[in-house]
């Protein structure tokens, strides 16, 4: 009996062994869907779906990048605006007139250097700005201005001489025919054995004399004179006296400026005119203008 009951439990021990073996052979070889669902890992559980490209990307610039930009077409820029350089003086040389001055009363004129117009009409504007009747020399703008008595402006043709900066400049109240007027008249001066005396213009053979009294005569192929209304007077030559060969000629391009006439060596004629009347004239010619 005790045989039995040991063979039986042998048995029993043999048969949980075998059945153990058999389950367990089941489950390793279970498909998924029969297993129990298993337990995400961590790392499965805390990552996150892969993120759509939309939001990888940084969000789009306002701006292009340095490849979209260098193929857009480029905005036309701004042209520069031309620099504007103030420009220099026009220098104007000796025998220019430069107009009127400001009381409409003179001619001003460059006698010698070179300068521009604007700042002769300033020169001359600033001394009758503080001109006080004084014959004194005063300083204008670096210039040493003086005016003429009532005989010498009738004398020489102008009202005030200003020198200085290398030039002269000249109010003429006197200047028909042009040219650089004289400086110095002493070597255009005849004077008689009374004291009466006439500036002469001589050149090219001829030469007309501007005496006391308004008075104006010319030698040459013909002899020439103004009346008392200024129209022009031919007549025979007169008979030379000589006295030519005792004053300067008059170099050519200057002028002598009187209240009776005025007269220029234009390097082939001796040009006279009293703003009435005109005419040129060589040893040779005489042409009324």
Do not use: W
């Amino acid at each position: 009996m005790s045989f039995s009951l040991k063979k039986a439990a042998s048995a029993s021990s043999l048969c949980a062994v075998l059945l153990l073996a058999a389950c367990s052979s089941q489950t390793e070889s279970a498909g998924p869907t029969s297993s129990p669902t298993a337990s995400p890992s961590s790392s499965s559980a805390t990552a996150s779906p892969s993120p759509l490209p939309s939001e990888t990307s940084a969000a789009p610039s306002a701006e292009p990048s340095s490849a979209e930009a260098s193929s857009q077409p480029a905005e036309p820029s701004a042209s520069p605006q031309p620099t504007v350089l103030e420009e220099a003086p026009v220098l104007v040389a000796a025998g220019t007139s430069c107009g009127l001055s400001n009381t409409g009363r003179t001619s001003l004129v460059v006698a010698e250097g070179s300068v521009s117009c604007a700042e002769v009409q300033q020169v001359f504007a600033d001394f009758n700005a503080q001109f006080t009747g004084s014959t004194q020399e005063v300083n204008i703008n670096g210039y040493l201005c003086h005016s003429y008595s009532t005989f010498e402006t009738q004398l020489m043709g102008r009202t005030v001489t200003c020198k200085g900066q290398g030039n002269r400049l000249e109010a003429m109240t006197d200047y028909h025919v042009g040219g650089v007027p004289i400086d110095d008249f002493q070597p255009y001066t005849l004077r008689s054995l009374t004291g009466h005396f006439a500036l002469t213009a001589q050149a090219h053979g001829v030469s007309c004399s501007f005496g006391e009294g308004n008075h104006f005569a010319c030698n040459g192929p013909q002899s020439i004179t103004f009346d008392k209304n200024g129209a022009l007077q031919v007549a025979e030559k007169y008979p030379s006296t000589g006295q030519g060969s005792q004053v300067a000629d008059l170099p050519v391009g200057y002028s002598i400026n009187t209240e009776a006439g005025s007269c220029l060596n234009d390097g082939a004629y001796l040009v006279c005119s009293n703003g009435v009347a005109s005419f040129k004239m060589n040893s040779s010619e005489f042409i009324e203008l």
